[in-house]
Nanobody, 120 residues
Framework: QVQLVESGGGLVQAGGSLRLSCAAS????????MGWFRQAPGKERTFVAG????????NYADSVKGRFTISRDNAKNTVYLQMNNLKPEDTAVYYC?????????????WGQGTQVTVSS
């Protein structure tokens, strides 16, 4: 059974930082592209960042470029999202996702989400 378990969310003031983690089990982690998505209240879930199988390539939504960094540790089956200079508009539930080929469609697996709240 595949499980993606996010952690690291919380309440932070604008300008602060958080580091999200997503621990994967039940799959061969290095064979999966990993990504982070987020969903703000009343809005659709949107892509935040993605990283390829070995971590050699990353991509980001324009709204987070230069502030967020995605990374992975294949030995620990974990993907991270370092979030710096957080803004109130970053407030959302953040979801980890995994897919063997791409994140552009509906990824095969999702985590349960972790809440990030940024106060002004």
């Amino acid at each position: 059974q595949v499980q993606l378990v996010e952690s690291g969310g919380g309440l932070v003031q604008a300008g602060g930082s958080l580091r999200l983690s997503c621990a994967a089990s039940g799959l061969t982690f290095r064979y999966y592209i990993m990504g982070w998505f987020r969903q703000a209240p009343g809005k659709e879930r949107t892509f935040v960042a993605g990283i390829t199988w070995s971590g050699g390539n990353t991509n980001y939504a324009d709204s987070v470029k230069g502030r967020f960094t995605i990374s992975r540790d294949n030995a620990k089956n974990t993907v991270y999202l370092q979030m710096n200079n957080l803004k109130p508009e970053d407030t959302a539930v953040y979801y980890c996702a995994a897919d063997p080929k791409a994140l552009g469609g509906e990824p095969d697996y999702w985590g349960q989400g972790t809440q990030v709240t940024v106060s002004s």
